[in-house]
């Protein structure tokens, strides 16, 4: 598979060619499941430009109110959800937020599966980081979990 030989170039070597970014919009659900074109979206993601980035997240977030959205079936799967984690270590900060809120729904059913867990870690990982930069500035915090804002660094996400 072309995509394959992408996953070959060390990351400091990857110049993503427009070609496997157009291969993997429209298809990030279809080829993060298999172990091998999980590692190139991975590779992807890591030197995409912010424009590319952006539609791989929206695909995945899927629309407002869907309640089976790319990202869950990809949370709880084995190979896809590295993809999730690496979308969310390179996202911006909006577009990692707006993941956050994508997830934020399904994190009762993502407690039930290991690699949910995985991500549920992640995101408790970047929340507690924007709570304290919200509280070294005295800000208040723009993100709320299951409708209760954090009180201290402590809280968890349920």
């Known amino acids: 598979m072309i995509l394959q030989r992408f996953t070959a170039y060390k990351t400091h070597e990857l110049q993503p060619k427009r070609f496997e ?12 499941v298999h172990k091998f074109a999980s590692n190139v979206i991975e590779k992807c993601l890591i030197c995409a430009s912010p424009h590319h980035k952006t539609l791989l997240i929206n695909e995945v977030c899927g629309e407002p109110g869907d309640p089976s959205p790319p990202i869950l079936i990809m949370m709880k799967d084995q190979f896809a959800n590295y993809v999730v984690q690496k979308m969310l270590d390179t996202a911006d900060p909006a577009y990692r937020k707006k993941m956050m809120y994508a997830i934020k729904p399904h ?9 949910g867990k995985h991500i549920i ?11 304290n930069n919200h509280n070294q500035h005295n800000q208040p915090i723009p993100f709320e979990l299951n409708g209760v804002q954090n009180q201290s660094a402590n809280n968890a996400l349920l």
């Open 21 to 32: 970014l157009e291969r993997i919009t429209g298809n990030v659900l279809r080829f993060a």
């Open 107 to 115: 994190i009762p059913v993502l407690r039930k599966f290991s690699y």
């Open 121 to 131: 870690t992640k995101l408790e990982k970047y929340f507690q980081k924007q709570n």
